[in-house]
């Protein structure tokens, strides 16, 4: 299995930066046993599409629960596949927070993007409080409940994101991941039994270029999704480097 680095760019970026991205990548070797994916916005993928490295996947950041038809705004799976994506992020806490997405719709846009072809992140994941009052655990059991709902293992990784941990520079320690992840994969067993070896269970939550190795080489942990760390060539390249060092 290879360690599977995900940069996550949210509303960020412009066309001068995703081009000066791409001059900085043109000189890094595809790191051995790593896929590296780049989601940057709607508006950026042809643009990142045609200027990255070709080993360099393709994904997005959302998509619609919806097929086609009129819904203003919405990008389907099916277009995304189309531009050539290969990867879509599902329930992003962002996403849930922001635009009041639920398991249920987070399910169903997992499997529009099945649907097309896509491989799928679904992110999962605590809030502060619900970790202080050691309901962490629960709350994460039940994200995944819902959020895999008719959501096939094959092609599907799932993204452990503390909402504390996002843009915190407070990641979460290896230990508290690992507990995490253990749990994940307990409920991922449950939900569909040997199918599940195949799923990646990935980590995010202020990754760094010093604290990626460490992170890819635990047990548990098969990957991170970056989000500030992978706006800058560099240090998202030091990141995906760092992945060659993922125990699989
Ligand atoms: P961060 O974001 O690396 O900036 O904490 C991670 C994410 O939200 O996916």
């Known amino acids: 299995m290879s360690t599977l680095v995900i940069a996550n760019w949210k509303m960020n970026g412009a066309v001068a930066s995703v081009e000066a991205f791409a001059q900085a990548w043109a000189g890094v070797a595809n790191p051995e046993k790593v896929s590296v994916v780049i989601c940057p916005s709607f508006a950026h993928l042809s643009l990142v599409r045609e200027a990255m490295p070709r080993w360099v996947q393709l994904g997005a950041q959302d998509c619609s629960e919806r097929t086609s038809g009129a819904f203003t705004g919405d990008v389907s799976a099916t277009m995304l596949s189309d531009l050539g994506c290969q990867w879509v992020i599902v329930g992003h806490s962002e996403r849930r927070a922001c635009h009041s997405e639920t398991d249920s719709q987070v399910a169903q846009k997992a499997q529009r993007a099945q649907q097309a072809g896509l491989q799928v992140a679904v992110c999962v994941g605590e809030q502060l409080w619900q970790r202080e009052t050691s309901e962490h655990h629960q709350v994460v059991a039940a994200q995944l409940a819902g959020s895999l709902e008719g959501v096939s293992p094959?092609?599907?990784?799932?993204?452990?994101?503390?909402?504390?941990?996002?843009?915190?520079?407070?990641?979460?320690?290896?230990?508290?991941?690992?507990?995490?992840?253990?749990?994940?994969?307990?409920?991922?067993?449950?939900?569909?039994?040997?199918?599940?070896?195949?799923?990646?269970?990935?980590?995010?939550?202020?990754?760094?270029?010093?604290?990626?190795?460490?992170?890819?080489?635990?047990?548990?942990?098969?990957?991170?999704?970056?989000?500030?760390?992978?706006?800058?060539?560099?240090?998202?390249?030091?990141?995906?480097?760092?992945?060659?060092?993922?125990?699989?």
């Open 154 to 248: 094959e092609g599907l990784a799932i993204a452990y994101e503390p909402i504390w941990a996002i843009g915190t520079g407070h990641a979460a320690s290896t230990q508290q991941a690992e507990d995490m992840h253990g749990q994940i994969r307990h409920c991922l067993a449950g939900h569909y039994g040997e199918a599940a070896e195949s799923i990646k269970v990935i980590y995010g939550g202020s990754v760094k270029p010093a604290t990626a190795r460490a992170l890819f080489a635990s047990e548990t942990i098969d990957g991170a999704l970056v989000g500030g760390a992978s706006l800058e060539a560099d240090s998202f390249a030091e990141i995906a480097r760092a992945g060659t060092f993922g125990r699989k």
